[in-house]
């Protein structure tokens, strides 16, 4: 079956068979919360090493990939079926890029599209302030809000692809790009 795109298509097509692979899987530790701050961590420390020069872009640098990095892992983490979670991560054309690949079940995957249908027909901020005042009102509304202080604040560039799997459970593809600082230092 033909995979299903949201967001920036184009997204989906850049190779980063240049950047950095890792694999989180399943274990006698079980995966869990701690392991994307570990993991986003870990590749925020690697990926903003170019900005080292300059103090500031550094920790911007920093601080963007971190955060985008544990946004999506974090979400790979808490929604997935049992198995691996593929992470890439690469600098491509003066942007921090992510890639995260899980499998999770029929029943997110038609949740999460029905989020992300919303999301091409209203603007991120405005979302993500009504969100806010949801979760304000009824804390178990499932915040989503990390996705959408990705796209308002970050001026994430997202691209989601939703495959079939031979065992009734879809794969997401996540993509994420944030421009870096610019540097004269690098």
């Given at each position: 079956?033909?995979?299903?795109?949201?967001?920036?298509?184009?997204?989906?097509?850049?190779?980063?068979?240049?950047?950095?692979?890792?694999?989180?899987?399943?274990?006698?530790?079980?995966?869990?919360?701690?392991?994307?701050?570990?993991?986003?961590?870990?590749?925020?420390?690697?990926?903003?090493?170019?900005?080292?020069?300059?103090?500031?872009?550094?920790?911007?640098?920093?601080?963007?990939?971190?955060?985008?990095?544990?946004?999506?892992?974090?979400?790979?983490?808490?929604?997935?079926?049992?198995?691996?979670?593929?992470?890439?991560?690469?600098?491509?054309?003066?942007?921090?890029?992510?890639?995260?690949?899980?499998?999770?079940?029929?029943?997110?995957?038609?949740?999460?599209?029905?989020?992300?249908?919303?999301?091409?027909?209203?603007e991120p901020g405005a979302l993500l302030l009504e969100q806010i005042e949801t979760n304000a009102i009824s804390p178990e509304s499932g915040s989503g809000l990390g996705l959408l202080t990705?796209?308002?604040?970050?001026?994430?560039?997202?691209?989601?692809?939703?495959?079939?799997?031979?065992?009734?459970?879809?794969?997401?593809?996540?993509?994420?790009?944030?421009?870096?600082?610019?540097?004269?230092?690098?």
């Open positions: 079956m033909t995979p299903k795109i949201y967001g920036i298509e184009s997204l989906t097509d850049i190779s980063l068979d240049a950047g950095a692979r890792l694999t989180l899987s399943d274990g006698p530790l079980q995966l869990g919360w701690k392991h994307s701050g570990m993991t986003s961590d870990f590749i925020a420390e690697i990926m903003a090493l170019p900005y080292s020069r300059s103090r500031k872009d550094y920790l911007q640098a920093h601080h963007d990939i971190g955060y985008l990095s544990n946004e999506l892992i974090e979400n790979a983490v808490k929604f997935r079926q049992p198995g691996e979670i593929l992470i890439e991560a690469g600098m491509i054309d003066g942007s921090f890029l992510l890639r995260v690949k899980n499998a999770i079940d029929s029943a997110t995957a038609s949740r999460f599209q029905a989020l992300l249908h919303r999301l091409q027909s209203d990705l796209l308002s604040d970050y001026d994430a560039r997202m691209a989601w692809t939703f495959e079939e799997n031979d065992d009734e459970h879809i794969i997401l593809t996540t993509t994420a790009a944030v421009a870096m600082p610019p540097s004269s230092n690098l």
